[in-house]
Every structure is written in C-alpha cells, then in structure tokens.
C-alpha cells in the first residue's frame, strides 16, 4: 500500500495520503485546512478519531495524547501514518461546515515593532494575501531553517494593502520565535499558509465578551475590529489579561478602537501588583467572578494558552454561558513551546 483515501467525517472532506508521510502533511499539501497547531505532538489541536482504518501512531511526548486515548482510537495527525486503505476519522477540534482550501503565497516582512520585551509586532506584505486572510484565524510561517513550520494568529482586521499582521511572543530557546525577535530584519522573505483555525463570534444575539490573555488578543482583536468595522451593534466588551504592567501592549489600538465605537469596551487585567494601569489584580477568572453577576445571553472569544483559555471557559460556564456560545483560540504555553521549538 502506497497510498490511502481520508475521508474527514466534520466536512466530508476526502484526500489521498501517502504512506510515507503523517495524515497533516497530506492533506495541507492538498489544500485541506486541517487543524493543527505546533506539528510537534506538543499541543493536541490536530488529534481526531479514527472511525474506521488503522493507523502508524509514530512519536509523542505523551503530553497531547495518552496510551489510553490511542487505545481508544484518537491519534495525532502530525505524527500518525495510514496503514490501511481506506481511513475515516473526525478531528476533536472543529472544522466548520465546509472544505476550506488552503493558500500558500510569497511573503515579505515590511515592518519590525518591539511592543514589549517580549512581544514583537510583525508585519508582511503578502500580494494576493485576501486568499488565505480570515479574521480570527491563524496562518503557518515558513521561516528559514526551521522545521516544521510555525503557526502565528493574524492581528489585522482586514487585508489592507495586502499586509498580514501577527504578534509573536518570545519563547525562551524558541527556534522561530528567537528568529523573529533576532536576525529577521525587513526585506526577509517569509511564506505563509492558510487560513487555519474556527475561532469566530458565535452565532446568536446579545453582548460579546472577548477574553485575551498575552498574544492572545491577536485573533480576538482581529474579530472585534472586523465584526465592527462591519457594522455589527452588539455590545463588544474585552478584557485584556497580563502578567504586569510592562507586559501591556496595544492599548493605543484599543483605545482607538473605543473612541471609534461606542459599542466597544475594553479594560485591563493584570495579575500580579502593583499595578498603575489597573485598580484591581488577579487572575482572569477571579476578575469574572468578582466583578460578573451572570453572563447568561452573552457570547464568549477566547485566546491565550491553554491553561488561560480553560480558566475562561470554566468561568463562564458556571457563569451561564452555553458550550455552543463559547469560541477559543487556545495554542501552546511557553514552557511547552520552548520544549518543542528546539527540536530539529
């Protein structure tokens, strides 16, 4: 057996997989946006079930997936390769109704901007770059001499001159993230592919709440700013979660944002005191439940690690939010990143 039909039972998507490669890299190749994040067997988002089929499990860290769940018929697939003709599996993660094809298009930086000291805001003019822009979502970075490529959340509202905007935190001895904070300088080239991801409003009526943690507010502001660039009146409230003070950045934009909206509202969470951009300080679940009676007919977007997305989602749950009125972009925490990016 050479190759195997996949079919992804989320949209009905169908490809062929080479038996030499792991089911992710078959299907990007072929345009099949499926989700993935670290493509590392670090961070979970590309697991799925295997309906029907058998599969070469290959290696993990044995963080994302559990001998258990193997057992039970989960596998990764950036690291699992078909070992039967036929494969069905449904990916945990969401997909959307449809095959979303995946564009991958020539890229180069344009602008370098040090927000914080560990936040760096980057910039690529990409020609055509309407074709894989989708607010909310995020895009795969080819950088030189790292592999695989690495996955940013776009920050931009919109394609405007064909820019692309991302805000990349520094891991430490993270390969990609030291390379965009380092040697990358503009005039590099840098090819992106997507779009990846269903982070989105959800559906519905009623206030939106944004919870962003760090380079979180990335997909959160991309959706806040299209949603209302587009005219949407719902009440659009974010709160901004940080470690301190010095880890604060874009609240000009936001500021901004709120002088040109009045159905926007924005506030800062710093965690850890004392804080003089902040009355109070604490964890962001803390905040909600300090300061929130109930959150019964709101929306919820969240982004941040995975710790931080959790924490938010638990929150307003207990705080009245339905499952299906909760939208998350949840990627790899920093000590698990750094373990990942060192690898070759």
């Known amino acids: 057996m050479t190759t195997s039909t996949v079919t992804v039972l989320n ?108 936040v760096r805001r980057v910039v690529l003019r990409v020609p055509g770059a309407g074709a894989l822009f989708r607010a909310g979502s995020y895009a795969e970075l080819k950088l030189p001499g790292i592999h695989p490529d690495r996955v940013y959340s776009f920050s931009n509202s919109a394609c405007r001159a064909d820019q692309l905007e991302f805000l990349v935190a520094l891991h430490p001895e993270g390969r990609a993230s030291g390379y965009l904070h380092g040697p990358a300088k503009v005039g590099d080239a840098v090819d992106v592919k997507g779009p990846f991801g269903a982070c989105r409003i959800p ?90 009676d109930t959150l019964q007919g709101w929306r919820v977007v969240a982004g941040g690690s995975p710790g931080f997305v959790t924490a938010c989602a638990t929150a307003c749950a207990k705080l009245g939010v339905s499952a299906d009125d909760i939208s998350v972009d949840s990627f790899t925490d920093v000590s698990s990143a750094a373990a990942l990016e060192v690898n070759p």
């Not at 038996?19 to 697991?47: F, T, V």
């Not at 943690?213 to 502001?221: H, I, R, S, W």
């Open 203 to 292: 559906d519905g009526w009623g206030g939106v709440l944004g919870l962003a943690g760090g380079t979180g507010l990335a997909p959160v502001l991309s959706l806040f700013h299209a949603a209302l660039d587009a005219g949407a009146a719902d009440r659009f409230r974010l709160l901004f979660a940080v470690r301190e003070d010095g880890d604060a950045f874009l609240l000009d934009r936001l500021m901004t944002l709120a002088d040109a909206y009045p159905n926007f509202s924005y506030e800062l969470v710093v965690a850890q005191g004392p804080s003089r951009l902040c009355g109070k300080t604490g964890l962001i679940d803390e905040y909600l439940y300090a300061n929130v």
């Open 11 to 118: 949209n009905g998507a169908t490809f062929d997989a080479d038996a030499g490669l792991c089911i992710l890299d078959s299907g990007l190749a072929q345009g099949i946006a499926l989700p993935h994040q670290c493509r590392g067997a670090s961070c979970g988002q590309c697991k799925a079930h295997i309906e029907r089929g058998t599969v070469n499990h290959g290696w993990s860290f044995g963080l994302a997936i559990t001998d258990e769940e193997k057992e039970q018929g989960y596998c990764l697939m950036c690291q699992a390769k078909p070992t039967s003709e036929h494969i069905v599996l449904r990916t945990v993660q969401p997909m959307g109704d449809e095959a979303r094809p995946v564009t991958e298009l020539e890229g180069t930086i344009i602008a370098l901007e040090q927000l914080t000291a560990r």
